[in-house]
């Protein structure tokens, strides 16, 4: 139960997110020992006040979210700005309206500034690639910028855009992906045993809001 529960990143990113539902957040997952906790980041200050420095629940927030097509300049900021705040992991959204009208040089740029941005301050990136969102050929040119430029995660998507994360999904994801390059599945995850069949296709962590039921349901 401590090896799922620290693959686990309890989360909560609703619009109307309040304060008071970041503090229980925060207290679960302390309680349940859970990998970490992702919100918005105007409450990432507040996480890392309520946890502590030597917390090792992870704060995470997200960059860019949820459409992704923000300026490059802005989301570096962002990452900036919540690394400032006290996060320690950023899942950034793909520009996925560069994809489309095939502006690859945008794609490259925005992946590598906010990689830069991350890395310069010692914090992990994840790149949240909307997976249902991208033809197999978009996805396959993803990874292989992925995989050129470094970047260390990938998550399947932001949960907002309609489709959930899948085994298929992932277990797509490995095969494109070198062994270093590690996985976030996201979306729709309530169970065990679709938590189960995530991580058995390759994930290495799995993003949800349904985590301390995910566990207490396993037990």
């Known amino acids: 139960m401590h090896h799922l529960a620290q693959r686990i990143e309890h989360t909560i990113l609703k619009p109307n997110t309040t304060l008071a539902e970041v503090r229980t957040l925060c207290g679960q997952a302390v309680e349940h020992g859970l990998g970490g906790v992702c919100l918005p980041p105007l409450y990432v200050r507040d996480a890392r006040r309520i946890l502590g420095e030597e917390n090792p629940v992870k704060v995470v927030t997200v960059i860019g979210f949820p459409m992704g097509y923000n300026a490059i300049a802005a989301k570096s900021e962002e990452i900036k700005r919540a690394i400032d705040d006290g996060a320690d992991e950023l899942d950034a959204v793909l520009n996925v309206a560069a994809i ?98 995530l991580l058995n296709a390759g994930a290495e962590r799995i993003g949800s809001s349904s985590g301390v039921d995910i566990l207490l349901s396993k037990k």
Not at 105 to 124: E, K, P, W
Not at 128 to 152: D, F
Not at 161 to 176: E, F, I, N
């Open 100 to 197: 489309k009208s095939e502006q690859w040089n945008v794609v490259h740029n925005d992946i590598d500034s906010m990689l830069r941005a991350a890395q310069m301050r010692g914090r992990t990136l994840k790149l949240i690639v909307e997976y249902g969102l991208l033809t197999t050929a978009e996805l396959e040119r993803v990874c292989t910028l992925v995989v050129e430029l470094g970047v260390p995660f990938v998550k399947t998507g932001s949960g907002y855009h309609g489709h959930p994360a899948t085994s298929d999904m992932v277990a797509h994801l490995r095969r494109l992906l070198p062994d270093a390059v590690r996985i976030k599945a996201a979306g729709g995850i309530r169970d065990p045993g679709h938590t189960e069949t």
